[in-house]
């Protein structure tokens, strides 16, 4: 046994620093204070002997061995001199008393000898006994604490610079050489065997070398790889790993916390420049290896644990709070200004995300080994994290439960802007995103690792196109880097920016609903309690908003996601609109990446549809039109960020997709796509000092396209076979009402509507409805509910604010009061939802028959359009209309003058049909002689000019031709019941048999009726217009009877 140690028995010579094998096979070093060598008997007893081992070899050296003591003492900061001369010129430590003193003139010294002053150089405990210095240098001088250095490491640093120095200057390179050697051998000797040295902790050590520059030091990268390289050489590579952990994890555990209290202001930038001498060497792979596998948890873990690592930390660091939970640490200002923003902030948060990229870049070049296990941490990151897919629009998810399992706000948008920077190259000009692979998603779970496919669950995404049971998907034989990236972005896309987007319009609605109650607090009672506590809250959520709105609205990442997006939507139309034979040259390859761009127009119809679009994730589609609507909600300033080139890659992926259910079988994603499209319609800042303005509606080479398209998303939200809300129809629609009054103002789109009603008036009987016809049917059905429900409500509303202002209010109890004004609230807003809309659709329709006539006066519409007509204006401007008087009209968007007006013009867009003022006039439930002569009092009233004339010589016209009507009637009054429709009990003139009931109707009733329901109604049995069957028989006998009568009435009235 020899200090705690027990050797293998043997007899062998050992002195200062030999190193043994214990029974466990583990080396050591004997240290013993002596000059002599000992003798390490059987036993284990030591036996001290005479001979020094140095002595022979430094007999045996000769003076050209050895090494320039002027050198070593320059490099070292030890003489083995007992005392310095008037030529030194700085202290050094002298090692005569543990060495054999060397006060010779002779001016070398031995490698061996060397080597050994420095191992006892370097197990010293107290350097400063061992000083010498001139007594003109101060003990605080920087020279006295480098030849002092107690710190192994940092003393073999600074030994390492000093000899690289006196290298470059010198002509005796082999010296600096040997010493070099020297150094890297101890050094690594310092990472293999920390246990040797006592009371060094070399991971400190460390951590204050990395952190010592604010800028990378060539050097220093130079000695780390070294010793690398020499722990490599000396052990194996298991081991040679075991020892870099052991060594780096402390210090990147302490750069972690030091992270984990830092934010945008305070954080230290010698922290990335510590990371990169880990990341930037792809001879050592080791090192980064080291980083990834410190930075990654179990496979096991929450979404949340990703952001405690080391990697989450950075990606955390942002203008929003590092935790779900956490708090606000920027616009605490107590301003109540809701659009403020700091330019230092942005810039700050784009040099650190920057910063995180150029690591995370870097890393990933190391190796490829490297390179998957970064994909690999990505991936498993997004899946922990999926729960955040949902979170914003489940209001009933305790958020408590979602901030202890999923990462932050920060932490995600701070991954996926690095993710985008890493995307830099998919995007224009380089447009690397040609060679994404569209079937990359359908790839089982079972064969993702056969393929490389780091994804997890990918394959149960909902697609562009549904997959049927036991489908099996195109695949490709293999799926590169490129590919594997953009649908990773995508992903953590839609786990940030997205989610965050819905929050963020959650927290808009909020603050607008807490901005107007505090409003009216402070206008009534400004010194209260209650306006006080609604200060105080409106402070902090306004915090809040301004911190996430900055947050997501930084320049730099705004640019790179427009860019990002653009890719993909060319990217999804280069995929879309091959050919069959094009299609089956990728299948034969097994790749189906399309590789160039074709610029191929969008066609009038899909002749050929890629089977890989059943491969493609709705998520990545949705990704673009969410973040287009989005940025309808934030400063005009930032849609300038968008490329001409964006403009016309979104504009021809909306036109292509929107009106294509072919492409895209969801049409609540083909409706997001029209709202998308609003985006980018020209419009002005709030104080008009900003302006955006595009060609692409006059231009782009698929804008003819466009009206079809549009019209095709509005009928198909309402054709779904779903169970559609009525409010989140119109949420849909509204967009397009913008946009369709956009389209009104340029005559090449109001062509295509005319065209689209002309192509309707030819096709009436088609098994299909037309387009046009469908489209126009849906706007009246909607304007009737829409006016219904309002007018509903603010009946509703006027009598619950006669309550309020009678002695019954008094009367009630204090919760019957706050039930009424809640009651009163929400009908409000239902009443305000139901006016905006109403008055964009009755806008449309006075739109559209401004230039289409015909067929709005067709059989199967005019009757509907003249009842609808008349109804509204009969509660507007009737005797009825003082119901719907309600105080505060703006509140609810309530406008009678502006509809009646509106209203008005559709009647005289129409009035050149004689058909149409016959509709009017037979309009039993509003119509009535008296109804014109409301609507003059009321236009004289709001100052209607020319439109007060126009309306009396259209009450003329109807009342003549109804005066003519009811003459013809009476000869028909006694029409045979066979000959009455049985659904309108009128005349027929044009007499069908439905196939299915056998009953005979009028093709007029039937037509109107098919318009919004494909049945029999008779029967409900299914029924399209081409299946019904003239009844020529009978219409012939009608019109024999009719001409019998009119001939009877023409005797009677000659006689």
């Known amino acids: 046994m020899f200090n705690g140690c027990r050797f293998r028995q043997t007899q062998q010579k050992i002195f200062f620093g030999t190193k043994l094998k214990t029974e466990g096979g583990n080396n050591v070093i004997i240290r013993i204070k002596t000059e002599n060598p000992i003798l390490l008997s059987n036993n284990g007893q030591i036996i001290m002997v005479d001979e020094n081992p140095f002595a022979a070899l430094i007999e045996a050296a000769s003076p050209a061995d050895g090494i320039k003591k002027t050198l070593t003492e320059e490099v070292f900061l030890f003489t083995l001199r007992r005392e310095l001369t008037a030529a030194d010129q700085r202290p050094l430590l002298s090692l005569a008393s543990i060495l054999t003193p060397d006060d010779g003139t002779d001016g070398t010294i031995c490698e061996a000898i060397l080597s050994h002053a420095l191992f006892e150089r370097l197990m010293m405990q107290d350097t400063n006994e061992y000083l010498l210095h001139l007594p003109t240098i101060s003990s605080n001088n920087n020279q006295?604490?480098?030849?002092?250095?107690?710190?192994c490491m940092k003393?073999?640093?600074?030994?390492?610079?000093?000899?690289?120095?006196?290298?470059?200057?010198?002509?005796?390179?082999a010296d600096c050489?040997?010493?070099?050697n020297l150094i890297l051998t101890n050094a690594s000797t310092c990472m293999r065997q920390p246990v040797l040295f006592a009371g060094q902790i070399f991971s400190t050590q460390w951590y204050d070398i990395l952190m010592s520059s604010d800028v990378l030091d060539?050097?220093?990268?130079?000695?780390?790889?070294?010793?690398?390289?020499?722990?490599?050489?000396?052990?194996?590579?298991?081991?040679?790993?075991?020892?870099?952990?052991?060594?780096?994890?402390?210090?990147?555990?302490e750069l972690q916390k030091k992270i984990a209290v830092s934010n945008l202001i305070t954080f230290d930038k010698n922290i990335f420049v510590a990371l990169q001498y880990f990341v930037r060497e792809k001879n050592a792979p080791h090192l980064a290896e080291t980083i990834l596998d410190f930075t990654t948890p179990n496979p096991n873990a929450k979404g949340i644990d990703y952001a405690d690592t080391l990697f989450g930390q950075l990606f955390s660091i942002s203008i929003m709070p590092k935790n779900s939970n956490g708090s606000y640490e920027f616009f605490g200002d107590n301003s109540l200004d809701a659009n403020t923003t700091d330019a230092s902030l942005w810039e700050l948060m784009c040099r650190h995300q920057n910063s995180v990229f150029v690591i995370l870049k870097q890393l990933i070049l190391v190796s490829p080994d490297i390179k998957k296990k970064v994909l690999v941490w990505f991936s498993n990151c997004l899946h922990a994290n999926a729960g955040r897919g949902h979170i914003w629009s489940n209001i009933n998810l305790n958020f408590d439960q979602f901030a202890q399992q999923n990462a932050s706000d920060s932490f995600m948008?701070?991954?996926?802007?690095v993710l985008l920077r890493l995307c830099l190259p998919l995007c224009p000009p380089?447009?690397?995103?040609?060679?994404?692979?569209?079937?990359?998603?359908?790839?089982?779970?079972?064969?993702?690792?056969?393929?490389?496919?780091?994804?997890?669950?990918?394959?149960d995404e909902t697609c562009l196109l549904p997959v049927e049971e036991n489908e099996q998907r195109v695949t490709a034989d293999k799926y590169n880097f490129v590919t594997e990236l953009f649908y990773i972005t995508h992903k953590a896309f839609e786990l940030s920016y997205r989610a965050c987007g819905e929050r963020f319009l959650r927290m808009?609605?909020?603050?607008?609903?807490?901005?107007?109650?505090f409003q009216d607090v402070i206008t009534t009672d400004p010194d209260s309690d209650m306006s006080r506590n609604l200060l105080r809250m409106l402070q902090d959520q306004l915090q809040q908003y301004r911190c996430m709105r900055n947050g997501l609205t930084e320049p730099e990442n705004e640019t790179l996601i427009l860019k990002f997006l653009e890719a993909t939507a060319i990217w999804f139309v280069e995929i879309s609109l091959i050919n069959k034979n094009e299609h089956e040259a990728l299948l034969a390859k097994k790749e189906f990446s399309p590789v160039n761009t074709k610029n191929r127009d969008v066609p009038t119809t899909i002749d050929f549809v890629p089977p890989y679009l059943k491969c493609i994730p709705e998520n990545v589609l949705d990704n673009i039109v969410s973040y287009l609507n989005f940025t309808r909600h934030l400063p005009i300033t930032c849609i300038f960020k968008m490329s001409v080139s964006g403009h016309y890659a979104f504009f021809k992926l909306i036109v292509l997709f929107m009106g294509n259910s072919e492409l895209v079988k969801n049409p609540h994603l083909r409706a997001k796509l029209a709202e998308g499209l609003e985006c980018l319609l020209p419009r002005k800042s709030t104080d008009n000092s900003d302006a955006f303005t595009t060609n692409i509606f006059d231009h782009h080479q698929d804008h003819l396209k466009l009206v079809r398209s549009l019209l095709n998303v509005f009928v198909s939200i309402e054709m779904t076979g779903q169970s559609v809300q009525f409010e989140q129809k119109f949420n849909y629609r509204r967009p397009m009402y913008a946009i369709m009054e956009f389209l009104w103002t340029k005559p090449d789109h109001v062509q295509c509507f005319k065209d689209l009603a002309t192509e309707a008036e030819e096709n009436m009987e088609n098994i299909e409805p037309p387009l046009f016809l469908r489209f126009i049917n849906l706007l009246?059905?909607?304007?009737?509910?829409?006016?219904?429900?309002?007018?509903?409500?603010l009946q509703q509303i006027r009598q619950l604010q006669e309550m309020q202002d009678s002695s019954e209010w008094n009367a009630l109890s204090q919760n019957d009061r706050q039930q009424h004004l809640s009651n009163m609230h929400h009908l409000g807003m239902l009443a305000r939802f139901d006016n905006i809309l109403g008055r964009d659709t009755i806008n449309i329709l006075k739109l559209l028959t401004t230039e289409i006539k015909s067929i709005f006066c067709h059989n199967s519409l005019v009757d509907r359009i003249a009842s609808m007509l008349n109804y509204f204006l009969l509660n507007l401007v009737g005797p009825n209309k003082e119901k719907f008087k309600v105080k505060d009209k703006k509140e609810f968007e309530f406008s009678p003058a502006e509809t009646v007006i509106e209203i008005c013009h559709i009647y005289i867009n129409l009035s050149e049909s004689d058909r149409f003022c016959l509709a009017i006039s037979q309009d039993g439930r509003s119509y009535s002689s008296q109804l014109f002569s409301y609507a003059e009092n009321i236009l004289i009233r709001i100052r209607g000019g020319l439109l007060i004339g126009e309306m009396g010589v259209f009450a003329d016209k109807v009342s003549k031709i109804e005066q003519q009507y009811k003459q013809e009637q009476e000869f028909f009054a006694d029409a045979p019941d066979e000959y009455l429709d049985p659904i309108m009990s009128t005349l027929m003139t044009d007499p069908v048999t439905l196939p299915s009931s056998k009953v005979t109707v009028d093709r007029s009733t039937i037509a109107r009726h098919l318009l919004s329901d494909q049945t029999d109604p008779f029967n409900r049995a299914p029924l399209t217009m081409d299946k019904v069957k003239s009844n020529t028989a009978l219409k012939e006998e009608i019109e024999k009877w009719m001409g019998a009568k009119r001939s009877q009435s023409t005797n009677n009235t000659n006689s």
Do not use: W
Not at 433 to 453: F, G, H, R, S, W
Not at 510 to 516: A, P, V
């Open 144 to 151: 006295v604490k480098e030849a002092t250095e107690s710190c």
């Open 155 to 173: 003393y073999l640093y600074r030994a390492y610079c000093a000899c690289k120095n006196a290298r470059e200057k010198s002509d005796n390179k």
């Open 430 to 459: 380089t447009l690397k995103v040609l060679i994404v692979d569209p079937t990359y998603c359908a790839v089982a779970e079972k064969e993702l690792q056969n393929k490389n496919i780091n994804m997890l669950k990918m394959y």
């Open 780 to 793: 009246i059905n909607d304007a009737i509910f829409l006016l219904d429900e309002s007018l509903s409500n």
């Open 177 to 180: 050489d040997k010493i070099t």
């Open 508 to 517: 808009t609605r909020e603050l607008h609903t807490l901005q107007t109650a």
């Open 413 to 417: 948008t701070g991954l996926t802007a």
């Open 218 to 253: 060539e050097t220093l990268h130079e000695f780390l790889m070294k010793i690398v390289q020499r722990v490599l050489n000396d052990v194996d590579n298991l081991e040679a790993m075991g020892t870099f952990k052991a060594m780096f994890y402390p210090l990147l555990s």
